[in-house]
């Protein structure tokens, strides 16, 4: 019992820093909003995570929309979010048979007055008693996940003035869909020519 109790203490402990260390950094970085493409942001986060997915066989497969409208968001904090989830992407696929079925895939697409990026994978899905609580802190399905990147990407995503859930896909694996509004219907200051996009 005893032993247990330490555990528990440590585990708490450890969450307690990581949560230290987070709002730290929030407080030191300013938030910095710009214009940016979504698709170029998802192609720019595939690309840093490809070696780790080349290293687990997984592949990752980008499915664009040209001539989407920007939206306005602090470029670290929403490739932070997009990185969180593809790493998910790539866990949950991890025990699937053959390599072909090791599938992550980012989608990027308008949705009337929004822009939606959905990151799906091809693994064994979420147990649906757990589905409601993916994104409560501190809850995680992996043996040494602390449970706050869902908790932390959700935030980010609510602070922008946007969603973000989680489904179990009808073939199997799952979902994460963020939606946020594009500039253009921001008013005024959303309204700016296609150069001033970050790229």
């Excluded at 670290?76 to 079925?101: C, E, F, I, P």
């Excluded at 409560?136 to 908790?151: D, V």
């Amino acid at each position: 019992m005893r032993a247990i109790l330490a555990d528990i203490r440590k585990d708490d402990q450890r969450a307690g820093a990581v949560l230290d260390r987070i709002r730290s950094l929030m407080k030191r970085r300013e938030v910095q909003r710009s214009l940016l493409d979504l698709s170029l942001l998802a192609g720019e986060v595939i690309a840093l995570v490809r070696p780790e997915a080349d290293s687990r066989k997984v592949r990752l497969a980008l499915d664009p929309v040209s001539s989407l409208p920007p939206v306005r968001g602090d470029r670290v904090q929403l490739q932070q979010v997009l990185l969180n989830l593809l790493l998910n992407a790539m866990d949950a696929v991890n025990g699937s048979a053959t390599d072909s079925h090791r599938v992550a895939t980012v989608r990027v697409q308008a949705a009337g007055t929004q822009v939606e990026v959905a990151v799906s994978d091809t693994g064994h899905g979420i147990p649906m008693d757990k589905l409601a609580h993916v994104f409560e802190p501190f809850y995680s399905s992996k043996p040494n996940g602390l449970g706050m990147g869902l908790t932390i990407s959700r935030s980010i995503i609510a602070a922008h003035g946007g969603r973000l859930w989680a489904e179990n896909n009808e073939a199997g694996g799952a979902t994460f869909t963020f939606t946020l509004t594009a500039a253009n219907d921001l008013g005024g200051e959303g309204r700016r020519s296609k150069e001033e996009v970050v790229r």
